[in-house]
């Protein structure tokens, strides 16, 4: 019923910038907060940034400074503009949204508690 699709991945080098789109199609009714997450190879999931629908932004410490994390409440789409890309921020990047409310076909209201993207694969070499 919700689907989430990012894009903009792909291969950058060091010091090189990249921009990340995630929107989400479905009878969408309002999202919460929405946001960014990553996983290297043989590690976890890690927070990148999440952005509030009111605007309120929160960033990895890793990141800060060189990432930003912005949103479209009328597209239901966030962006991740990421700049100074280093090697270690190679990952597969992967979008959420939280509290996501829709509208059933029945015209009632139906609550997702999260919902997360395919994933799209950043990668930071020379």
């Known amino acids: 019923q919700v689907q989430l699709v990012e894009s903009g991945g792909g291969l950058v080098q060091p010091g090189g910038s990249l921009r990340l789109s995630c929107t989400a199609s479905g009878s969408i009714f309002s999202i919460n907060a929405m946001g960014w997450y990553r996983q290297a190879p043989g590690k976890q999931r890690d927070l990148v940034a999440t952005i509030t629908s009111g605007g309120s932004t929160n960033y990895a410490d890793s990141v800060k400074g060189r990432f930003t994390i912005s949103r479209d409440n009328a597209k239901n789409t966030v962006y991740l503009q990421m700049g100074s890309l280093k090697p270690e921020d190679t990952a597969v990047y992967y979008c959420?949204?939280?509290?996501?409310?829709?509208?059933?076909?029945?015209?009632?209201?139906?609550?997702?508690?999260?919902?997360w993207g395919q994933g799209t694969l950043v990668t930071v070499s020379s």
């Open positions: 959420n949204a939280g509290s996501v409310v829709i509208t059933t076909s029945t015209f009632s209201r139906y609550r997702y508690r999260e919902v």
